[in-house]
């Protein structure tokens, strides 16, 4: 088990730029494969992104492929979003996510943050 916080969020305006960072608790992250999901109001929890335990691989959904990057560093026990060109429709709770395995689904994922606040005002 690991122990997530996320940080980062808050109040932007469309085309602006948001960095999430998420802290992950004990000396083991780098066996951990680690998502990014969003939840949007009334909506269902949504994958963002994934990265491989080593970084070497990621993979988007679509609706950020281009705008989004997710990257990790091992030694700080940390992955990022950086989130670049935001849309009103970005606007949800970020949730980061650590898996044993690849997955690009909510239940594929077993420890997760209590999630941070991302608002795109139009």
Do not use: H
């Amino acid at each position: 088990q690991v122990q997530l916080v996320e940080s980062g969020g808050g109040l932007v305006q469309a085309g602006g730029s948001l960095r999430l960072s998420c802290a992950a608790s004990g000396r083991t992250f780098s066996r951990y494969v680690m998502g990014w999901f969003r939840q949007a109001p009334g909506k269902e929890r949504q994958f963002v992104a994934q990265i491989s335990r080593s970084g070497g691989s990621t993979l988007y959904a679509d609706s950020v492929k281009g705008r989004f990057t997710i990257s990790r560093d091992n030694a700080k026990n940390t992955v990022y979003l950086q989130m670049n060109s935001l849309k009103p429709e970005d606007t949800a709770i970020y949730y980061c996510a650590a898996s044993n395995n690849l997955a690009s689904i909510p239940t594929g994922y077993d420890d997760w943050g209590q999630g941070t606040q991302v608002t795109v005002s139009s």
